[in-house]
Structure formats: C-alpha cells, structure tokens
Nanobody, 122 residues
Framework: QVHLVESGGGLVQAGGSLRLSCAAS????????MGWFRQAPGKEREFVAGRSWSGGTYYADSVKGRFTISADNAKNTVYLQMNSLKPDDTAVYYC????????????????WGQGTQVTVSS
C-alpha cells in the first residue's frame, strides 16, 4: 500500500507562486502514473496535472503554461510548480497514484494523499 503526503500549500497573492510536493512511501511511484487534482468548495474534484509512468505530462487547459509537474525519482517525490496563480486556483490540492487508465480521470487512481490547501487572494 502506497502512502502519499502532500505539502507546500498556503496563502499567496494573485500572481504569486507555490510549489507543492507529494512524497510517496511504500512503492516506487515512477513505475506508476501520478496525478494532481483539486477541489474547491462546492465543486467537484478536477484534474490539474498528470505524469504517466513513461514520463509523459498532461495538464488541464486552465493551468497549461502556468503549472508544471515534475518528479524526483531518487526522493520518490512529485512536484507541482504553480506560477501566476489566480484566485480561481484556490482549492484543496490532492496527489494520487496507482493509476489504471487515463491520467485525467480521478476514478482511475487508487491511492490518494490527504490534500493541502492553496488559497490565492486577489
């Protein structure tokens, strides 16, 4: 069973940057797909960025060009660099792994972290 721990969330002004980290234990995540999702109050969880086991990266249109997903295999950690943040980016951000299928669908992931809050003020 893989255990995921997110960190790096916080309060930032619009236009600022944050880097989220997701540390995995119990499994080498590089052998599996990884994804970042977010959920704002009153909204459904939505795909943000994903990384396939082969290293391919995928982004939601709303974050393309602003967010970057990357990985440090030696640390078994995946990152989400978020630049040019907007108030609409405010949400709890979750990382997920143990992917079976498309990186875009939350139902295809079987292991989730506890989430980290990102708040962007205007």
């Amino acid at each position: 069973q893989v255990h995921l721990v997110e960190s790096g969330g916080g309060l930032v002004q619009a236009g600022g940057s944050l880097r989220l980290s997701c540390a995995a234990s119990g499994r080498t995540f590089s052998n599996y797909g990884m994804g970042w999702f977010r959920q704002a109050p009153g909204k459904e969880r939505e795909f943000v960025a994903g990384r396939s086991w082969s290293g391919g990266t995928y982004y939601a249109d709303s974050v393309k060009g602003r967010f970057t997903i990357s990985a440090d295999n030696a640390k078994n950690t995946v990152y989400l660099q978020m630049n040019s943040l907007k108030p609409d980016d405010t949400a709890v951000y979750y990382c997920a792994t143990d992917l079976r299928g498309s990186v875009y669908l939350s139902r295809n992931y079987n292991s989730w972290g506890q989430g980290t809050q990102v708040t962007v003020s205007s």
